[in-house]
C-alpha cells in the first residue's frame, strides 16, 4: 500500500489498513525497523470517553486470551490524545485484527457507546512480552459464528428472595510454550439493596439498584489440582465482591481491591511480577461474553481450548506452577434462571507470585466456579 506520510503517535508514517467506523488499523515501522500494525480511534471518537474506555478493555482481553497464535502486542498507549495500541505484523500470526473484530462485537461501530467514567487500570497498560517457541496456526473452523453482541448486564428484579444464577468470564492465558487455560463463573443468591459501595468502590460511587448475594451454603467445587476454597472456619477473612451492575458476586480476600469495567472485572493484592518472588502478590481477572448461538457443543470445543483439560460439559481449566508465577484458568457455560436458554461464557484467569498467594487465587476462583454452577 502506498505510503501516505501521516503520522501517529510516534510513528511518523503510516498507512491505513482497514476502517470500521469509530476504528482504524494502520500499517508502520517501530523504531526498531519492525513492520507493526496499530490500532487507533479517529480524531473524533478519541474524545469520546465511552469509546477509550472500551479500547482499554479490548487490551486487556488481548492480553488475558493470547496464545502463541497471536501476534504479540508490543506498545499500549491508552492516555494519549489520539490512543493506539501496536502489535507485530506477521503474516503467519494473527494480527490486531483479532482485537477489532472483539470491539465490534462489543457494540456498533459508530455513534454513541453507554457512558464509561472509570478511569483505565493501569495493569492494562502493560504491553505483552514476545512468545517465544514455534508458532502454532490458529484453528479455522466455518462452522464458528461470531460471537453474539454482549448486552448490558441486568440485575434480576424481584420482590421476593429467589435462588439467582449469574454470569461470569472467559478468558485464556498463555503458559511457557503456549498452553492455554480457561475459566468460568456462575453466581447464585438472593437480591438485596446493599447500601455498602462494596471493595474496589470509590467513596460516593453510583450505587447498583440492586446487588446479588451468595448462598453461604452451597458445598464447596474445586477445580482438579486445587485445594483452596471458602469455608466456615476461614470465612472471617473474606468479603463479597459484586461489581456494579452485575448479577453476579463472589469471596475475595479482605487483602485484595477490585475495580470493574464494561466487560472485566478485576481483582489484585500485592506484586505479581515473578522477577520479584519477595513481593507477594495475586491477580483475579473475571470476564463474561455470550455464548454464540445456542452454544451446542462443537461451539464449546471452540471456544474451549485443545491445550487445556475439561472437567465436564460447561468447564475447561488450566493451571501451572506452583512455581511463580503460579497461574489458574477457567472457562465455564451457565444460563441463567431468568433466561434459561441464553447462554454465557465466563472466563476467569489469575496469577500468584509469593508465599500464600496461591492459596488466595484459588479460593477465588473455586468460589466463582461454585457459585455459578
Same mark, same amino acid.
Given at each position: 500500500m502506498p505510503s501516505t506520510g501521516r503520522a501517529l503517535g510516534p510513528f511518523a508514517d503510516v498507512s491505513t489498513e482497514r476502517v470500521e467506523g469509530a476504528y482504524e488499523i494502520c500499517l508502520?515501522?517501530?523504531? /526498531? @525497523?519492525? =513492520? !507493526?500494525?496499530?490500532?487507533t480511534l479517529g480524531t473524533t471518537s478519541s474524545k469520546d470517553p465511552s469509546r477509550r474506555r472500551l479500547l482499554a478493555d479490548a487490551v486487556n482481553w488481548a492480553n488475558s486470551t493470547h496464545t502463541p497464535a497471536d501476534a504479540p502486542i508490543l506498545t499500549i498507549e491508552l492516555e494519549a490524545e489520539q490512543p493506539y495500541v501496536v502489535a507485530l505484523h506477521d503474516e503467519r500470526l494473527r494480527g490486531? @485484527?483479532? !482485537?477489532?473484530?472483539?470491539l465490534l462485537r462489543m457494540g456498533p461501530s459508530t455513534g454513541p457507546l453507554q457512558r464509561i467514567t472509570a478511569p483505565i487500570p493501569q495493569h492494562l497498560m502493560r504491553p505483552q512480552a514476545p512468545v517465544s517457541g514455534p508458532v502454532v496456526p490458529p484453528p479455522v473452523? *466455518? $462452522? +464458528?459464528a461470531p460471537p453474539a453482541a454482549? @448486552?448490558?448486564?441486568?440485575? =434480576? =428484579?424481584?420482590?421476593?428472595? #429467589?435462588?439467582?444464577? !449469574?454470569v461470569a468470564i472467559l478468558a485464556l492465558i498463555v503458559?511457557?510454550?503456549?498452553?492455554?487455560a480457561v475459566w468460568i463463573a456462575q453466581e447464585p443468591d438472593t437480591v438485596s439493596n446493599n447500601a455498602d459501595a462494596g471493595p474496589g468502590k470509590e467513596p460516593g460511587a453510583a450505587e447498583p439498584t440492586e446487588k446479588e448475594t451468595l448462598d453461604d451454603d452451597l458445598p464447596p467445587k474445586l477445580l482438579p489440582e486445587t485445594t483452596g476454597s471458602w469455608t466456615p472456619e476461614n470465612a472471617s477473612e473474606a468479603e463479597v465482591y459484586? *461489581?456494579?451492575?452485575?448479577?453476579? $458476586?463472589?469471596? &475475595?480476600?479482605?487483602r485484595m481491591e477490585c475495580d470493574d469495567a464494561e466487560i472485566q472485572a478485576t481483582c489484585t493484592f500485592g506484586n505479581t511480577d515473578a522477577a520479584k518472588p519477595e513481593d507477594a502478590g495475586a491477580e &483475579? &481477572? &473475571?470476564?463474561?461474553? =455470550? %455464548?454464540?448461538?445456542? %452454544?451446542d457443543e462443537q461451539t464449546r470445543l471452540e471456544m474451549g481450548t485443545e491445550t487445556s483439560s475439561r472437567v465436564d460439559y460447561d468447564t475447561w481449566y488450566e493451571k501451572s506452577g506452583p512455581e511463580a508465577p503460579y497461574r489458574l484458568s477457567m472457562v465455564h457455560?451457565?444460563?441463567?434462571?431468568?433466561?434459561?436458554? /441464553? #447462554?454465557?461464557?465466563? +472466563?476467569?484467569?489469575? /496469577?500468584a507470585v509469593g508465599e500464600g498467594t496461591i492459596e488466595m487465587v484459588e479460593r477465588t476462583v473455586n468460589d466463582i466456579y461454585t457459585q455459578t454452577s
Open positions: 508502520g515501522t517501530d523504531d /526498531e @525497523g519492525r =513492520r !507493526v500494525e496499530i490500532l490486531i @485484527g483479532r !482485537v477489532l473484530d472483539w473452523s *466455518p $462452522a +464458528m454482549l @448486552g448490558v448486564w441486568r440485575a =434480576r =428484579r424481584n420482590s421476593a428472595p #429467589f435462588i439467582a444464577s !449469574v503458559f511457557g510454550g503456549g498452553a492455554l459484586a *461489581p456494579d451492575g452485575w448479577p453476579l $458476586a463472589w469471596r &475475595v480476600d479482605k &483475579v &481477572v &473475571v470476564t463474561l461474553e =455470550r %455464548c454464540p448461538g445456542r %452454544c457455560f451457565f444460563a441463567t434462571e431468568d433466561e434459561p436458554d /441464553e #447462554f454465557y461464557t465466563v +472466563m476467569v484467569v489469575g /496469577e
